[in-house]
């Protein structure tokens, strides 16, 4: 695989840096290698559409890569954003929480958004550095915002030659971070409650629920709660 050559781009402030990268990519503009970093965004957006809080003080960024996407990209980015943050000051216990998710002694301080588009995947970061992160969260407190956005570059970088060269290695790789590995956990949907231990990942990036009934193999985490 050819060495990702990155084109940063950094802006006071944006809506959103992943509707940034949207834009360019529905101007005709190759995108390939392009990191759209913001001081603040007004509009920052997570998985399943959530509002994201991006205040001064965090990593806030997007990167598109040319490429067919993995149903398991989110993970093999949180990877690889492991790899690279865990060398900071007070990361070494970092822990990935199924499927984008990353933690610090149990609280979230950053989590990935992967959206496939027009052979593009346009990945989405944020980090809580310096900001005041919300009641429930914490932040990587002894590190630096730039600090943090270089190896936030590196991550992403790690994550897709994982994806793209060896996506078999990705339970045993994911299971060195599981969070949720041997938790007790609920998934309630259409109605239906169901009980069942996380028994890590599939190579397809599914969660395994064993349950009752037998195991389970969830695409979504909608629904899904710890119990214990």
Known sequence: MQPVVWRIEHYPSLDSSQDELRRRLDAGADIHGLAVRADVQTAGRGQRARDWSSA???????????????PASPLFI???????????????GLRLKWPND?????RKFGGVLCEASRG?????VGINVRNEPPPDATRLGEAEPGQVHSLVLDGITAGWRLMREQPGLLPEAWAEYDALYGQKLQLERAGVQLSGTARGVDLSGRLKLRTAEGELLLD??????RTA
Do not use: K
């Not at 949180?78 to 943050?85: D, F, M, N, V």
């Open 120 to 124: 593009y995947l346009l990945i989405g």
């Open 78 to 92: 949180a990877l690889g954003l492991a790899g690279t943050l865990r060398q900071l000051p007070g990361a070494a």
């Open 220 to 225: 979504s985490a909608a629904g899904l709660r």
């Open 56 to 70: 001064a003080g965090g990593s806030w960024q997007s990167a598109a890569l040319r490429g067919n996407a993995h």
């Open 102 to 106: 990353l933690l610090l002694q149990g």
